[in-house]
């Protein structure tokens, strides 16, 4: 009965010392099954993967292919996602983004500017103000406020939004 009880205590304590073990640089948070990413590099070119340390790897994504997120993680305060086991896009060639499909109603007093993913506003493209748009996904500033996309990276920031009809979706 006692080498049963020193077995399990030994295994408790060398559980436990994994959960102290020294923290990486890299911290990772979990994001929901939802988000993707989606390469785009200034050059159009594929996108280098990288290592949690930050290494670039011998791999790379098609510019503008559509990959799933597990992790965000912020490698030297830049946000990289995961998107293999042991391989992470640099925020730098990528955008992350969460499938939200609703049809929106813009403000109805005014046009509307838009944006790209980048989140720099178009100087050749307003929406009308009143019109309805079918959205289906929402990209986040780096303080959270949501833009939602109603074109191919044409987006309209939610505080322009005045109504809101979400839709079903069998993603």
Same mark, same amino acid.
């Given at each position: 009965?006692k080498k049963n009880a020193i077995v399990l205590l030994a295994?408790?304590?060398?559980?436990?010392?994994?959960?102290?073990?020294?923290? #990486? !640089?890299?911290?990772?948070? /979990? @994001?929901?099954?939802?988000?993707?990413? $989606?390469? %785009?590099?200034?050059?159009?070119?594929?996108?280098?993967?990288?290592?949690?340390?930050?290494?670039?790897?011998?791999?790379?994504?098609?510019?503008?292919?559509?990959?799933?997120?597990?992790?965000?993680?912020?490698?030297?305060?830049?946000?990289?996602?995961q998107v293999s086991a042991n391989e992470f896009l640099s925020s730098d060639d990528s955008f992350l983004y969460k499938?939200?499909?609703?049809?929106?109603?813009? #403000? !109805?007093?005014?046009?509307? /500017? @838009?944006?790209?993913?980048?989140?720099? $506003?178009? %100087?050749?493209?307003?929406?009308?103000?009143?019109?309805?748009?079918?959205?289906?996904?929402?990209?986040?500033?780096?303080?959270?406020?949501?833009?939602?996309?109603?074109?191919?990276?044409?987006?309209?920031?939610?505080?322009?939004?005045?109504?809101?009809?979400?839709?079903?979706?069998?993603?």
């Open positions: 009965m295994m408790a304590l060398l559980s436990t010392s994994a959960a102290v073990a020294p923290a #990486a !640089t890299a911290q990772a948070q /979990s @994001v929901s099954s939802n988000y993707k990413v $989606e390469v %785009s590099t200034d050059s159009n070119a594929d996108a280098t993967l990288y290592n949690a340390s930050g290494e670039k790897t011998s791999n790379s994504l098609d510019d503008s292919s559509t990959w799933s997120v597990s992790n965000v993680t912020k490698i030297d305060g830049k946000d990289y996602y499938k939200r499909p609703e049809i929106i109603k813009v #403000a !109805t007093d005014h046009e509307v /500017s @838009v944006y790209n993913h980048k989140f720099e $506003e178009s %100087s050749k493209l307003k929406l009308q103000a009143g019109t309805k748009w079918y959205s289906d996904t929402a990209i986040y500033t780096a303080d959270g406020m949501p833009f939602l996309r109603v074109a191919p990276d044409t987006y309209v920031a939610m505080f322009d939004v005045v109504e809101q009809s979400f839709t079903s979706s069998v993603n």
